[in-house]
């Protein structure tokens, strides 16, 4: 069973050693999707939707909602914010029946990436 749980955040960043508009300083409000894969508990579920947004928040929006991303993650592509996050919140989230099983970032509204445990260096 999957469950997810959605996000937002603004934030600003330029990409590094790239040559094209993103190099400029620029923002974006990102959505983000935290995805677990488990079964439910003897509670009935996977994961308390309440703990997830506490995590979450506490871990990742707390840090990245107006911040300018390149003082975090040097090259702030949405491949490696999707990477950070999977990595910043991934302990956090595993229980007995579940671990952190997606994080998808859309960086606009017809833009994305999926960040699956097997992406992550």
């Keep these: 069973m999957l469950l997810c749980r959605k996000f937002k955040f603004d934030a600003a960043h330029n990409l590094v050693n790239y040559?094209?508009?993103?190099?400029?300083?620029h923002g974006h409000t990102y959505h983000l999707s935290v995805v677990l894969?488990?079964?439910?508990?003897?509670?009935?579920?996977?994961?308390?939707?309440?703990?997830?947004?506490?995590?979450?928040?506490?871990?990742?929006?707390?840090?990245?909602?107006?911040?300018?991303?390149?003082?975090?993650?040097?090259?702030?592509?949405?491949?490696?914010?999707?990477?950070?996050?999977?990595?910043?919140?991934?302990?956090?989230?595993?229980?007995?029946n579940c671990e952190l099983y997606e994080v998808q970032v859309w960086e606009t509204e017809n833009s994305s990436v999926i960040c699956h445990r097997e992406d992550i260096s």
């Design 37 to 96: 894969k488990g079964t439910p508990d003897s509670e009935g579920m996977v994961f308390d939707f309440t703990e997830v947004k506490r995590i979450v928040n506490e871990l990742v929006i707390s840090k990245l909602d107006h911040s300018y991303i390149n003082d975090i993650i040097p090259q702030p592509t949405a491949e490696y914010i999707a990477q950070w996050i999977f990595k910043t919140i991934d302990k956090a989230l595993i229980r007995d």
């Design 19 to 25: 040559n094209g508009k993103c190099e400029k300083l």
